[in-house]
């Protein structure tokens, strides 16, 4: 059986897709697709490996052209747009970002401001704010000096998001941002970039792989199966038992979070089920 779609209401949105296909070489990964990203909002994209989130996320931050169809930013058509005019309104946290040989912390995070600089715009004191905020917020205060090599993974991703921070954009892209980092950074992370959403108003987007997380913290979800939408809406529209079963093949049973109020998804598998039907 599937899942029927629930669509974002008629709320405003800077970022969107329309028609938009996806893929590499010949190879198509996401499907004419439609999507409204909420303005002010925390949007998480969710779904099976290899379903196209990361493509999706891509096209979306103007790194991957259309087949077919577009993505539009501000009502225009994203890659008709000036790369640096892009930057300072939208930023991104790639998966697996690779940082220059010796670059230092406090200088990788700068780079994040360089989106606003031009030919007679040199390095401020707003800029400099602007570092020690994002290095502040993300605990690598005391790693500024440290080359970014010489990191553990979770401090790494602490540092890219820091950059991230620093570009100061409207909309922030994040392709797994809680890559690398133990349990409890992992919360961490997702509470500050619920911080900035609710206290600047930044619209985020983001690709997660732990359900129950994206649950807890997104104001919009977007379901993925195929490289086409399922289902969207608020967590409790779209995590169901009927779209987890369709999205993942995951047999499972969906219960109220005693902590967050919001959907917990309880993965049943394969053995609980063939015990369960035993004792029956």
């Not at 809406?233 to 369709?246: C, M, Q, Y």
């Not at 219960?255 to 053995?271: A, E, K, N, Y």
Request: one cysteine or more; glycine letters at 8%.
């Amino acid at each position: 059986m599937t899942a029927t779609p629930t669509h974002a209401g008629t709320g405003t949105s800077r970022l969107a897709a329309a028609g938009l296909t996806l893929g590499y070489a010949d190879t198509a990964v996401v499907h004419d697709l439609d999507l409204r990203v909420p303005d002010g909002k925390v949007s998480v994209i969710v779904g099976a490996n290899a379903c196209g989130k990361s493509t999706l996320l891509r096209g979306l931050a103007r790194l991957l052209r259309p087949q077919s169809g577009a993505v539009l930013l501000d009502g225009e058509v994203i890659h008709r747009q000036p790369t640096k005019q892009v930057a300072r309104v939208l930023g991104l946290l790639p998966q697996n970002p690779v940082a220059p040989e010796g670059v230092t912390v406090v200088d990788l995070v700068g780079r994040g401001r360089h989106p606003h600089h031009g030919t007679f715009r040199r390095w401020t004191t707003a800029d400099d704010e602007a570092v020690a905020e994002a290095l502040t917020l993300t605990d690598t205060l005391g790693l500024a000096d440290r080359v970014v090599d010489e990191l553990s993974g979770g401090q790494r991703q602490r540092v890219w998001i820091a950059m991230a921070l620093a570009q100061g954009t409207d909309l922030l892209l994040l392709d797994e941002p809680t890559t690398y980092l133990d349990v409890a950074h992992q919360v961490e992370m997702l509470d500050l970039l619920a911080e900035l959403n609710a206290r600047r108003g930044t619209t985020i987007v983001m690709v997660l792989h732990d359900l129950n997380l994206s649950a807890r913290y997104a104001d919009h979800l977007v379901a993925l199966r195929g490289g086409r939408v399922v289902a969207e809406g608020s967590p409790r529209e779209v995590v169901t038992e009927e779209v987890v079963r369709e999205v993942f093949g995951l047999d499972n049973r969906v219960i109220d979070d005693p902590v967050s109020h919001t959907p917990l998804v309880v993965p049943v598998g394969r053995h609980l089920s063939v015990t369960n039907q035993e004792n029956r």
